[in-house]
């Protein structure tokens, strides 16, 4: 469903950090070696490319700050003004008791809990399956594995309908609780931790008349911590963000996460109204930029290190 | 790839119960000891216990959903009484999507081919980013920040990104009117015309999406050898000839995995072109697949929409067995 959560497995930085040794320097020295100038020129090309990355941002920030009559027919703003950020309040207080702030703490719920529950219930079960020898283990891994290959868009209409009987659907509980019985991604992902885990540290655990769960919680837990780290910032990042989820579980308006109240601002924006949506697109996105400015690394070590393995 | 796992830790089990010696030894020489049985029934009562959550959510939340839907495709079901108590039709939703007269056979395969249109993204993401790690794979300053910006438009919510985008390429938005100030006598209808569209969705995704196949490329770069391309140098071959003849090839696994991925990932499109259109488009022209599935969902048509699902899940089995298929060829040619 969400690119950053297909794609995860354990993070090797160096993957990252290490750059092709550099060539052997020439005998003689021009001024510029011919290094030195495919460098300033693919410096050049890829700087340009950056500002056609960031320009879609940039261009929401300085719309956000201009009067309505400006938006589409200035880039830099004639008249500066910050009434989109107050009036953004009132368009979403009028679509949703409460607003943004219901919108924030929406999100929130919908998705702090889950993150931390589904990264706990996942860690367990990955443990029992790369350390524990049970009957029927390797069927069940199976079975999870190929629920994988299920394309959400087939079971989401039973799903709907399954949370509806259930009552889910009338709050932000469909989205919350079904992801507590943990995601078979992580499941994966962490399996690989704990194989690299040597058995002679668990045995000598139990040997000291650890239990089981004593010695997951104590000594495994741990060990595996940065790949937890890890896990619950992309589920962060993807529950947040997620779209097709909510519109299909929450029916109630006063329950909607951001980007569902972000939508339906923008879906039902007049012209005067444009800067205020924008403004709101860009306080959602908030929570994502510290995440993702705080972590960036952790995340994109993740994503290089599935290419690693494949 | 994943049996193979199994098995491996099942041998590593045995092999490091070896290394400890006293209890588990005693279970794998002598398993109908007492003691031992004892153990192994601790353990899977354990094991069973720390799985139950997933199994318990795989039944309810999958298992379930899955046979109703299946069953929901010869139902009239309107997904809010029960299925069970809903009307057998047999095969008429099949019909009216397959027969060339049927009621949605237009509107489905216009959605499908929608979908495969916006898949057109997927290659010129697969080159873009090539070149793209290509360029930042070298020895220079800045890089680290370039493979950052070039990710951040995929990490960001697509309702944001999509409304932004919306108001920029909207007909009387920000690119049209700088057209227009520019001499360009009407704008272009980038978001409602068939063309606009199927360029407009493509571009956004390429935008979102190179930032990724770039930084899985980075990581299959790291496998060249430099000593491979010094050998190169040394035998006259130019950079463009080591770039196709060396570095291409060493990327051929990542390329596949990017492609099927993409493409798996591409079929079950739905967000950036229904919020970026706000729906479904000019005559249906930016329906996708899934959307047609959210529509008929939302308009109470539970077994037309099931129906829908199932043919785009099986055009997405067919991608899967092809990739497992290669999967084990590639691993049997190792």
């Given at each position: 469903m969400n690119d950053i959560m297909e794609n995860t497995a354990p993070v090797p930085e160096e993957a990252l950090t290490s750059e092709t040794p550099a060539p052997a320097a020439p005998a003689k020295k021009p001024v510029l070696s011919s290094k030195q100038i495919v460098n300033i020129i693919v410096t050049v090309v890829l700087c340009l490319g950056s500002v056609i990355m960031l320009f879609p941002f940039i261009w929401m920030v300085l719309a956000t700050l201009k009067p309505h009559t400006e938006v589409y027919s200035t880039f830099f703003p004639h008249t500066w003004t910050v009434d989109a950020y107050k009036d953004m309040w009132e368009s979403a207080d009028y679509l949703m008791k409460g607003g943004m702030i219901r919108g924030f703490g929406n999100s929130f719920l919908t998705t702090v809990p889950v993150v931390i529950v589904q990264i706990i219930v996942s860690a367990f079960a990955a443990y029992a399956f790369a350390k524990l020898r049970f009957v029927g283990k390797n069927v069940i891994f199976l079975v999870l594995l190929a629920t994988?290959?299920?394309?959400?868009a087939v079971i989401m209409l039973p799903q709907a309908w399954l949370y509806g009987q259930m009552h889910?659907?009338?709050?932000?509980?469909a989205v919350i609780i079904p992801k507590f019985f943990g995601s078979i991604g992580t499941v994966f992902f962490l399996r690989q931790f704990f194989y690299s885990i040597p058995d002679s540290i668990t045995e000598a655990a139990r040997l000291d008349g650890a239990g089981y769960t004593k010695t997951f919680i104590s000594i495994l837990f741990p060990l595996v911590m940065p790949a937890v780290a890890t896990q619950a910032i992309l589920s962060f990042i993807g529950n947040w963000n997620d779209f097709l989820g909510p519109l299909l579980f929450i029916d109630d308006k006063n329950w909607y996460t951001l980007p569902l109240l972000v939508n339906s601002l923008g879906g039902d924006a007049g012209t005067t109204e444009i800067p205020s949506v924008l403004a709101a697109s860009l306080v959602s996105l908030i929570p994502i930029i510290i995440v993702f400015a705080a972590f960036q690394k952790k995340i994109i070590g993740s994503i290089v290190f599935s290419a690693v393995k494949g | 790839m994943q049996t193979v796992d199994i098995e491996e830790t099942t041998a590593q089990a045995a092999a490091s119960m070896g290394d400890t010696g006293i209890a588990p030894v005693k279970r794998e020489s002598n398993p109908n000891h007492s003691l031992s049985h004892a153990l192994q029934k601790k353990e899977t009562l354990i094991g069973w216990l720390y799985i139950s959550p997933m199994v318990i959510g795989l039944l309810v939340f999958t298992a379930i959903p899955f046979i109703m839907s299946l069953m929901a495709m010869f139902y009239n079901w309107d997904g809010i009484h029960g299925l069970i108590d809903s009307e057998v039709v047999g095969f008429k939703w099949f019909e009216s999507i397959f027969r060339s007269d049927g009621m949605y056979a237009g509107q489905y395969w216009q959605a499908i081919g929608n979908t495969l249109i916006f898949a057109i993204q997927l290659p010129i993401c697969l080159i873009l980013g090539f070149f793209l790690a290509v360029a930042m794979n070298r020895d220079m300053k800045g890089v680290q920040a370039f493979r950052v910006i070039y990710y951040i438009p995929g990490v960001m919510s697509v309702v944001a990104i999509a409304i932004v985008w919306r108001n920029i390429f909207k007909e009387d938005g920000a690119l049209n009117m700088m057209l227009i100030s520019m001499g360009a006598k009407e704008g272009v209808k980038w978001l409602t015309s068939d063309f606009g569209v199927a360029f407009t969705v493509n571009l956004l995704l390429v935008w979102k999406g190179v930032g990724y196949s770039t930084l899985m490329y980075i990581a299959g770069l790291q496998s060249v050898s430099p000593d491979q391309i010094e050998a190169a140098k040394i035998d006259g071959a130019n950079s463009w000839t080591i770039l196709m003849k060396i570095t291409l090839p060493a990327l051929y696994p990542t390329i596949f995995y990017l492609f099927v991925t993409g493409l798996i990932g591409s079929l079950q499109m739905f967000n950036e072109p229904y919020i970026l259109l706000g729906g479904?488009?000019?005559?249906?022209?930016?329906?996708t697949a899934v959307s047609f599935v959210y529509r008929y969902k939302d308009a109470g048509n539970y077994g037309l929409a099931s129906v829908g699902a199932w043919v785009l899940a099986f055009m997405i089995f067919i991608v899967t067995a092809v990739q497992m298929y290669a999967d084990k060829k590639r691993s049997e040619a190792e």
């Open positions: 994988m290959m299920i394309p959400f889910l659907t009338q709050g932000p509980l | 479904y488009g000019t005559g249906n022209n930016g329906m």
